[in-house]
Antibody, heavy 118, light 107 residues
């Protein structure tokens, strides 16, 4: 069965960087884009960007451009999202998710809480 | 970017009643619209994609409709486990965007 398992919660200081991992299993990793989303406490979902593990192409939302980097390691079917220059308002749950058919994002990781605090 | 506006913000209903949620796009997204359900502490779950196609394992009481700029999610005869926050999301162009959500809570 398709699974996306993310790394554990992180606490970071303002100005630091965080790198969240997303281990995929149960499907052909190269066949599907991986999305990353952010959800601040009590707020809605924001799309941060995606990676095509087959071609290496990435696309980032303008809001995060310059601060976010999405990478992947095909050998261990894992995608990564690194966010730099962290601020307190980056405190959020970050989700990875698989791009599905049509308009769908069909499988989601369990989420990773990143807390930014001095 | 395309802005998705969901209404109402909150819907208070009793089990057994029906819910109709709206999602309006700032420009046409064709049929490239999906709906998700999110419960506290959980990741979103895909319900509907391409405006009206139920995802695998989703009960028939969930249905989606619309095209262009106006979409609806209907839940007929709410079950206790249906109370949650619902989000729409488009896939017409990048960036993908989500609506602000509709909370369906128990009256």
């Amino acid at each position: 069965q398709v699974q996306l398992v993310q790394s554990g919660a992180e606490v970071k200081k303002p100005g630091a960087s965080v790198k969240v991992s997303c281990k995929a299993s149960g499907y052909t990793f190269s066949g599907y884009h991986i999305h990353w989303m952010r959800q601040a406490p009590g707020q809605g979902l924001e799309w941060m960007g995606w990676v095509n593990p087959n071609t290496g192409a990435t696309k980032y939302a303008e809001k995060f451009q310059g601060r976010v980097t999405i990478t992947w390691d095909m050998s261990i079917t894992t995608a990564y999202m690194e966010l730099s220059s962290l601020r307190s308002d980056d405190t959020a749950v970050f989700y990875c998710a698989r791009d599905g058919v049509g308009s769908s994002i069909d499988y989601w990781g369990q989420g990773t809480l990143v807390t930014v605090s001095s | 970017e395309i802005v998705l506006t969901q209404s109402p913000a909150t819907l208070s209903l009793s089990p057994g009643e029906s819910a109709t949620l709206s999602c309006r796009a700032s420009q046409s997204v064709g049929s490239y619209l999906a709906w998700y359900q999110q419960k506290p502490g959980q990741a979103p779950r895909l319900l509907i994609y391409d405006a009206s196609i139920r995802a695998t394992g989703i009960p028939a009481r969930f249905s989606g409709g619309g095209s262009g700029t106006d979409f609806t999610l209907t839940i007929t005869s709410l079950e206790p486990e249906d109370f949650a926050v619902f989000y729409c999301q488009h896939r017409s162009t990048l960036p993908l965007t989500f609506g602000g959500g509709t909370r369906v809570d128990i009256k």
